[in-house]
């Protein structure tokens, strides 16, 4: 058999893996429907030029046929649009809102869970393929500030019901911090911004080095801006960033949405404000969310968005959006490695019905069938090996019941247990228990 080598940052679970990740998308889908989300999925690829204009500097990968234009002249071969598999998913959604217009509703709130491709660095916990679970809402010209708070609170909510360690969900607002650059002048507010964004990976001493060795920005104002992002809190750290003493009016109107947002959320808990967070993506125009895993922060946000007010357009008609996604791979790939997260499920057959020899074969798919005929899932032993290495092969994939065929009837045995009894085929129903077992060390 040849030798493969595992592609890296292509992520491949186990079964039993595979079916938690299932289950926990299906519970993430539950939580998202009864807030009144509704689901789409968007195509795969979109043009370059549209994922190109529309983020930070992702890397794209690009669409190829291998015999992709073998019998076209050079020329029209130019002029064919590239298209590469998107990066997240807003950007195709911005483009489904204003190609599908006329068959929307607005407030438009929708769901998606979907894959997603990046030619990053592979590294603990993040991928170049993976799935993204987004939820948005879109209004036609405006979108009230409250829309923001319902994403964090949606999406706090899921997080609670899944296996994870405590989240807490962290809030700034865009317009914050460009009316704070502007309060002191500051004129190149994409650089600053992207460059207070590296806070958490490189450290405030080297964010005050490239502010001031890269846009030319004085001792004094460095100073004010690490101040600034410094701030971290509940509502009173609105109260800190007025202290500071730099005033814009747009720095104003993005404290009066936070205090917006909080009030809405308060109930909740778990959510905070913190003026370090930039987030990367140029089309972020107010409220941005990163949420963090408590004695886990080192692996970075894993749940992320915002508003974003000028992503999509139809024509004369603005369709101001906010929206905020999970990596819901990215995430278990970190619990699975750190073995936070054991799936003791390999399987999601529930009884395995036991070979008597080559002629029951017959007689124990019929068995089998009627098990499933009542929702309970069955499988065949496919080789006559005798009962104890049959049993030990149920064991290994950890199935919980092993059913026997018998002259005057049928027996099942626990495995967990060791008990054995006779069964009514057309009654028995085994124990109730989630469709996936797994262990939580965390």
């Known amino acids: 058999m040849a030798k493969f080598s595992p592609i890296s940052g292509f992520p ?50 690009l669409l190829n046929r291998l015999h992709d234009n073998a019998d076209q002249s050079k020329e029209k071969s130019k002029e064919k649009e590239q298209l590469g598999l ?8 911005a ?37 993204q679970c987004d939820i948005d809402m879109v209004g036609a010209e405006t979108l009230d500030v409250s829309a923001d708070a319902e994403m964090a609170g949606v999406m706090l909510k899921v997080m609670r019901k899944l296996p994870l360690p405590q989240a807490i969900l962290r809030i ?11 309060g002191l002048g500051i004129d190149r507010l994409t650089d600053t911004l992207r460059i207070v964004d590296k806070l958490a990976k490189i450290g405030p001493e080297a964010v005050a080095d490239l502010l001031k060795e890269e846009l030319g920005i004085d001792d004094k104002a460095v100073e ?7 701030l971290q809190g509940g509502a009173e750290v609105i109260e800190q960033a007025k202290a500071l003493g730099v005033e814009h009016e747009l ?29 990367g993506l ?16 080192h692996i970075g946000a894993v749940c992320s968005g915002g508003r974003y007010d000028n992503l999509a357009a139809g024509g004369k008609v603005p369709y101001p959006g906010v929206g905020i996604s999970l990596g819901i791979t990215r995430l278990l790939g970190y619990m699975f490695g750190r073995k936070l997260l054991e799936v003791e499920t390999q399987s999601p057959t529930q009884v395995m019905i036991l070979l008597n020899d080559a002629e029951s074969r017959v007689k124990s798919f019929e068995v089998a069938e009627r098990l499933r005929a009542r929702g309970i899932s069955a499988d065949v032993y496919h080789t006559t090996q005798n009962f104890g290495k049959q049993l030990k092969g149920i064991q290994k994939r950890a199935i919980p019941y092993a059913l026997f065929i018998e002259e005057d009837g049928y027996a099942v045995k626990e495995l967990a247990t060791g008990e054995q009894s006779k069964i009514d085929l057309d009654t028995w129903q085994p124990a109730v228990r989630e469709r996936v077992q797994y262990k939580c060390n965390f």
């Open 12 to 61: 491949e679970w186990t079964p039993g893996q595979k079916m938690l990740e299932q289950e926990l998308m299906a519970k993430i889908a539950a939580e998202f429907e009864l807030a009144g989300f509704a689901p789409i999925e968007t195509r795969a690829v979109e043009p370059l030029s549209v994922l190109t204009n529309k983020g930070d500097d992702k890397e794209i990968y």
């Open 86 to 93: 998107h990066f997240d998913l807003t950007v195709p959604f």
């Open 95 to 131: 483009r489904y809102v204003v190609e599908h217009q006329h068959l929307l509703s607005f407030p438009f709130k929708r769901y998606q869970i979907q894959k997603v491709w990046r030619g990053e660095r592979p590294q603990e916990g993040r991928f170049r393929e993976f799935y």
């Open 172 to 182: 700034n607002n865009r317009k914050v911090l460009q009316g704070f650059y502007q």
């Open 224 to 230: 004010l801006i690490l101040s600034l992002a410094k």
């Open 251 to 279: 720095m104003t109107e993005g404290l009066e949405e936070l205090s917006q947002v909080l009030a809405l959320t308060e109930h909740l808990g778990g959510i905070e404000v913190d003026f370090s967070i930039a987030r």
């Open 282 to 297: 140029d089309y972020y125009t107010g409220t941005v969310y990163e949420t963090t895993l408590v004695g886990h922060e």
